[in-house]
């Protein structure tokens, strides 16, 4: 067993690789292919849970770290750690797992095989880039997040699935390419490839600007950031539901992680100088998300532009710079994981039932699919951001801290527009659910469809537990996050400190003893 929690992150990282040699070595049949990935998946999220029951709440650096020499004489090295942003991430991507795979059971008749090879290798790479600390490490995860993904959507996907899934690589590949040269850069100057030693470069700031705005178009791409989000609805449309689901749920938090883990503490000057831009496309793209969500017909691409929205708050909150802001931008992330997550197996569990996911289609469902109609609703609450639901908590930890921003001009203005997306989304997302679970049943085609399964409750109930959990219980949570939080924004606090004593500094002493006389007079 100490083998085993000595290096408890490489096996969270690699055990789903290893189910996915055992998949395609043992899975001949359907159902052994199955079998073998869930019980791999839920192996993985088992030994997760130490990560949690261990975690030091107080220690604001990396814990469980591993770290070996790699390449390059050492200057390259195999480098994993976990803090309190990265804990509820990986948690994230170990609990969804065997729910994508169970939802997987009759929706993927064909090459089953391969698709479970494909979604634990991608469990594997979103695992290490989440928890790499060197970053020719990192970057190595974060590429090979694209290959699973990218056959998942191109052979399981709808009928334009090659368009798709081309525009998805593409586009984030292109955002990757400059990220890599950045890195490259900061490694000839820093002699290393270890984060801890990019951290400790003194770069000056026409370089920061540079570095700065290489690694945010990656990350902005992968957000999606408006106007880097138009892969983001075919994906999301075409891609099957599992891959819809682990894109909503994870892969989107690789942008806002990216972030805030090395974009905002490595490049300081430059995150007080572009940071306000970002904030303002995040209202933008609050706003514009949740207009384009109120027009669809499509219930899918309804809450794929929901995620533009929704998204958008967490850029936000990281942009504010502030321990509040950029807690509930990671809340956010988990709570929009789990909401909108299960949004798409709704959305999924309907589509196999009636091969269609337009709302015109629709109408009365509840008649006839009551038990679908009430989980609908309650997660469609969860999305909304009702108090006691997770979707709450994280917004308005964002609004508040970023309301209360000093860094970010116009602060106000901006959390009293980002505000009118919360208000937008609940009219989207309680209009669809109007048209289609209210009324009077429309079309003949709806009158017999079967009611949730017990395996759909299976995968649904867990995901219902946590949203409750995580609206009505933060505190666990948040304790753990807020050391690394202020760790990570410790180079903005020393910024503004130096700004603030050298603008004091630079005060007209004549004015200061005038002031001094008018007071004691």
């Known amino acids: 067993m100490s083998f085993i929690t000595d290096h408890i992150l490489s096996w969270v990282t690699f055990v789903p690789l290893a189910g996915t040699v055992l998949v395609l070595l043992l899975g001949a049949s359907k159902k052994m292919a199955r079998i073998i990935a869930l019980t791999v998946a839920l192996i993985d999220f088992v030994l997760s849970l130490h990560l949690f029951k261990h975690f030091d709440v107080g220690n604001a650096g990396d814990q469980f770290v591993e770290k070996v020499a790699w390449l390059a004489d050492g200057k390259i090295t195999y480098s994993l750690g976990l803090d309190g942003v990265s804990l509820f991430l990986v948690l994230l991507t170990t609990f969804l797992g065997p ?3 169970l939802s997987t059971w009759s929706a993927i008749q064909d090459r089953v095989r391969e698709a479970m090879a494909f979604l634990l290798f991608l469990q594997t790479a979103m695992i290490g880039t989440f928890l790499a600390r060197d970053m020719l490490l990192f970057y190595f995860f974060w590429e090979a997040m694209l290959i699973p993904m990218y056959f998942l959507i191109g052979i399981w996907g709808g009928e334009r699935r090659i368009y798709a899934a081309v525009k998805f690589f593409i586009y984030t590949m292109v955002g990757s390419v400059f990220m890599l040269v950045a890195i490259i850069y900061c490694y000839y100057q820093a002699g290393s490839m270890e984060l801890d030693k990019f951290m400790l470069l003194d770069l000056g700031r026409t370089e920061q600007m540079w570095l700065f705005a290489a690694f945010a178009l990656a990350f902005a791409i992968k957000v999606p950031l408006f106007p880097f989000h138009t892969w983001l609805p075919d994906a999301h449309v075409e891609a099957p539901t599992a891959g819809s689901v682990i894109l909503a749920g994870i892969l989107l938090k690789m942008g806002t992680y990216g972030l805030l883990r090395f974009a905002i503490p490595l490049f300081p000057d430059a995150a007080l100088a572009l940071g306000p831009w970002l904030a303002h496309l995040a209202v933008i793209g609050i706003i514009y998300g949740a207009l384009v969500a109120m027009v669809q017909k499509d219930v899918k691409k309804l809450v794929a532009y929901s995620s533009v929205s929704h998204l ?6 990281l942009f504010s710079l502030t321990a509040t802001g950029v807690a509930g931008g990671l809340y956010q992330m988990l709570a929009h994981g789990l909401s909108t997550g299960a949004l798409f197996l709704l959305v999924g569990i309907i589509y196999e039932r009636r091969h269609t996911r337009e709302i015109a289609d629709f109408g009365g469902l509840a008649h006839s699919m009551p038990a679908f109609a009430v989980v609908f609703m309650f997660v469609t609450l969860a999305s909304i951001g009702l108090p006691g639901l997770c979707g709450f908590t994280g917004e308005f930890l964002i609004l508040f801290g970023s309301y209360t921003s ?22 989207y997302m309680l209009w669809m659910y109007q048209r289609v679970f209210l009324g009077k049943l429309v079309h003949d085609a709806n009158r017999d469809l079967p009611d949730l399964k017990v395996r759909e409750w299976i995968v649904l109930i867990p995901i219902m537990i946590f949203i409750v959990l995580l609206g009505v219980k933060p505190a666990p949570l948040i304790e753990r996050m807020e050391p690394s939080i202020e760790r990570l924004l410790a180079p903005i606090t020393q910024k503004t400190i130096v700004m603030d004593s050298h603008h004091a500094a630079v005060i007209d002493p004549a004015l200061q003893v005038s002031e001094r006389t008018e007071d004691e007079r």
Request: hydrophobic content about 70%; cysteine-free; proline content about 3%.
């Open 99 to 101: 729910l994508v795979i």
């Open 406 to 427: 000093t860094l970010l001009p116009g602060a106000k203005l901006l959390v009293v527009l980002s505000a009118t997306g919360v208000i937008l989304g609940a009219i």
């Open 312 to 317: 958008g708050f967490v850029v936000l909150g």
